[in-house]
């Protein structure tokens, strides 16, 4: 049966008739992915790949023009990042794509069961400005190996790497296949009201309910990939060295701007003045080593536009107004965009430092004395996206991961917990909904169609059929 055209809303009828065209040819080729193998599938994926390895210089120029992202941080967060998902699904598709078998319980004895993988249909990628390549292309893969068609629309924020996402679609997809469509909040609340079969949204936990609002009036599937304050929890056990190299490393990549960034530390009070002191060793090694100034550096990327520079100048005066001291860096300059790696001590909890998400390169540290102190002021907010743990302890491992709930957790490490393609990639409560990446991505744009084949004839409940009699009821 043909599916209803759709009629485009009456507020600005041109975008929206563009809009409904562009959904309409891509609900209209969904049956002919559906119909693909394997092969057909990996084919246009490394058809992607390719891309991807003939345009890295093209992708490194647009980062930098965006927010002067340095190339090595871009060949790691968003090239190598993606290939290796495109690299993890190639070697799984075939595996992912075939029906998995189940058991029959007694009671069903004689009947065959499984579970076989169906794209959901079209989908909507809506990706965020912070990482614009590989949150973009990431879950593309991962739509596009369940078999989907797709919209993709990334942010507004960073132009340059819309466009060059726009000129990647058309170099590579079919337009019925993939569609990269530009544009703000105004596109976005547009596309928003087409019936999508699946959102996959990254982005933060406000406009997350603002596209999960709007799934609902179709009821499409979505996965929320949010954000939020992931806590570091430091203790004094911990090899402070290790920490500092990897809590610094971790903050101040993309200058702050991950979504899993530690986004404050907890250090048990008597290593804070040592934790401080190795950290500001590991800024001047990472971001300064010539003594020429962190602003000069060729490995420090810029906050990505006057308004987020205004938020953190604005979280940072006002820290330091509510009493805390910055014991490293501290320097602002709002012609560039530049905040330098800044780590404050004496932060009052409550200061709105505390309350925000910071997404940027300042770093909160707060004492604590027992872990039970640690975990009730990380389980006093919301859901975190990521936890990280610093001990040499085992018992003190066991309990910050038992008594703490996160998305994700990384022991003695930050961040490259999300660069492991076996692990699930995602949030709980405010820091998102559903799983992304590898196996677990595949399965977010895959309706797992459960299936039971009866022999003809046959039928285990056939005395459980009307009419009633008292022997059926004795059952
Ligand atoms: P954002 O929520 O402002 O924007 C994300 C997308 O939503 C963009 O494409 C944007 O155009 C669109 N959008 C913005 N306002 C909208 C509105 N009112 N209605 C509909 N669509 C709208 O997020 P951002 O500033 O691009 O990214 C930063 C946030 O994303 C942080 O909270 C960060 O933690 C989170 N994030 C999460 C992950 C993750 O994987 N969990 C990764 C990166 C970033």
């Given at each position: 049966m043909?599916?209803?055209?759709?009629s485009?809303?009456?507020?600005s009828?041109?975008?929206?008739?563009?809009?409904c065209?562009?959904?309409?040819?891509?609900?209209?080729?969904?049956p002919?992915?559906?119909?693909?193998?394997?092969?057909?599938?990996?084919?246009?994926?490394?058809?992607?790949?390719?891309w991807?390895?003939?345009?890295?210089?093209a992708?490194?120029?647009?980062?930098?023009?965006?927010?002067?992202?340095?190339?090595?941080?871009?060949?790691?967060?968003?090239?190598?990042?993606?290939?290796?998902?495109?690299?993890?699904t190639?070697?799984?598709?075939?595996?992912?794509m075939?029906?998995?078998?189940?058991?029959?319980?007694?009671?069903?004895?004689?009947?065959?069961?499984?579970?076989?993988?169906?794209?959901k249909?079209?989908?909507?990628?809506?990706a965020?400005?912070?990482?614009?390549?590989?949150?973009?292309?990431?879950?593309?893969?991962?739509?596009?190996?369940?078999?989907?068609?797709?919209?993709?629309?990334?942010?507004?924020?960073?132009?340059?790497v819309?466009?060059?996402l726009?000129?990647?679609?058309?170099?590579v997809?079919?337009?019925?296949?993939?569609v990269?469509?530009?544009g703000g909040?105004?596109?976005?609340?547009?596309?928003?009201?087409?019936?999508?079969?699946?959102?996959?949204?990254?982005?933060?936990?406000e406009?997350?309910?603002?596209?999960?609002?709007?799934?609902?009036?179709?009821?499409s599937?979505?996965?929320?990939?949010?954000?939020?304050?992931?806590?570091?929890?430091?203790d004094?056990?911990?090899?402070?060295?290790?920490?500092?190299?990897?809590?610094?490393?971790?903050?101040?990549?993309?200058?702050?701007?991950?979504?899993?960034?530690p986004?404050?530390?907890?250090?048990?009070?008597?290593?804070?003045?040592?934790?401080?002191?190795?950290?500001?060793?590991?800024?001047?090694?990472?971001?300064?080593?010539?003594?020429a100034?962190?602003?000069?550096?060729?490995?420090?990327a810029?906050?990505?536009?006057?308004?987020?520079?205004?938020?953190?100048?604005?979280l940072?005066e006002?820290?330091?107004?509510?009493?805390?001291?910055?014991?490293?860096?501290?320097?602002v300059?709002?012609?560039?965009?530049?905040?330098?790696?800044t780590?404050?001590?004496?932060v009052?909890?409550?200061?709105?430092?505390?309350?925000?998400?910071?997404?940027?390169?300042l770093?909160?540290?707060?004492?604590f004395?027992?872990?039970?102190?640690?975990?009730?002021?990380?389980?006093a907010?919301?859901?975190?996206?990521?936890?990280?743990v610093?001990t040499r302890?085992?018992?003190?491992q066991?309990?910050?991961?038992?008594?703490?709930?996160?998305?994700g957790?990384?022991?003695?490490?930050?961040?490259?917990?999300?660069?492991?393609s076996?692990?699930?990639?995602?949030?709980?409560g405010?820091?998102?909904?559903?799983?992304?990446?590898?196996?677990?991505g595949?399965?977010?744009?895959?309706?797992?169609k459960?299936?039971?084949?009866?022999?003809?004839?046959?039928?285990?409940?056939?005395?459980?059929?009307?009419p009633?009699?008292?022997?059926?009821?004795?059952?």
């Amino acid at each position: 049966m043909a599916a209803a055209t759709l009629s485009a809303p009456e507020t600005s009828p041109v975008i929206s008739s563009e809009l409904c065209a562009a959904f309409e040819r891509l609900r209209a080729h969904t049956p002919v992915l559906r119909r693909e193998d394997a092969t057909a599938r990996a084919t246009r994926l490394r058809r992607l790949a390719a891309w991807i390895t003939g345009n890295r210089v093209a992708i490194q120029t647009a980062l930098y023009a965006d927010f002067r992202k340095p190339a090595a941080e871009t060949d790691l967060t968003e090239i190598w990042s993606t290939q290796a998902e495109i690299k993890h699904t190639l070697a799984h598709l075939r595996q992912w794509m075939k029906p998995r078998r189940v058991g029959t319980p007694l009671s069903l004895l004689g009947t065959t069961s499984w579970v076989q993988y169906e794209p959901k249909g079209v989908c909507l990628v809506m990706a965020p400005w912070n990482y614009p390549f590989y949150l973009a292309v990431g879950p593309l893969v991962s739509a596009l190996a369940a078999g989907n068609c797709c919209v993709l629309k990334p942010s507004e924020l960073t132009p340059h790497v819309a466009t060059l996402l726009r000129r990647l679609a058309e170099e590579v997809f079919d337009p019925a296949e993939v569609v990269v469509l530009e544009g703000g909040k105004d596109m976005a609340t547009e596309l928003l009201r087409l019936p999508f079969d699946h959102i996959f949204f990254t982005g933060s936990p406000e406009v997350g309910k603002i596209v999960m609002r709007a799934a609902a009036e179709h009821l499409s599937g979505v996965t929320l990939e949010l954000g939020g304050k992931s806590p570091a929890v430091v203790d004094a056990t911990a090899n402070l060295r290790d920490a500092a190299e990897k809590l610094v490393w971790g903050k101040f990549l993309n200058a702050g701007q991950t979504c899993v960034a530690p986004d404050y530390v907890l250090v048990q009070e008597p290593v804070q003045a040592e934790l401080v002191r190795e950290m500001e060793a590991v800024i001047r090694r990472n971001y300064n080593p010539a003594g020429a100034g962190v602003e000069n550096s060729e490995s420090f990327a810029r906050i990505v536009n006057q308004q987020h520079f205004n938020r953190l100048a604005g979280l940072l005066e006002d820290a330091q107004a509510t009493g805390a001291t910055v014991a490293v860096g501290g320097e602002v300059d709002g012609r560039q965009c530049f905040i330098a790696p800044t780590v404050l001590t004496q932060v009052a909890p409550d200061s709105r430092i505390m309350q925000e998400e910071i997404f940027g390169p300042l770093l909160p540290l707060v004492p604590f004395g027992t872990l039970s102190e640690a975990a009730d002021f990380i389980n006093a907010r919301p859901k975190p996206l990521a936890q990280y743990v610093f001990t040499r302890n085992a018992e003190n491992q066991r309990y910050l991961l038992d008594n703490v709930s996160a998305g994700g957790a990384a022991v003695n490490e930050t961040i490259v917990h999300l660069g492991h393609s076996e692990l699930p990639f995602g949030g709980v409560g405010n820091s998102g909904v559903g799983k992304a990446h590898g196996h677990y991505g595949f399965l977010a744009f895959s309706n797992e169609k459960a299936v039971l084949r009866q022999r003809i004839g046959r039928t285990s409940i056939k005395l459980l059929y009307p009419p009633y009699t008292p022997k059926v009821r004795r059952m």
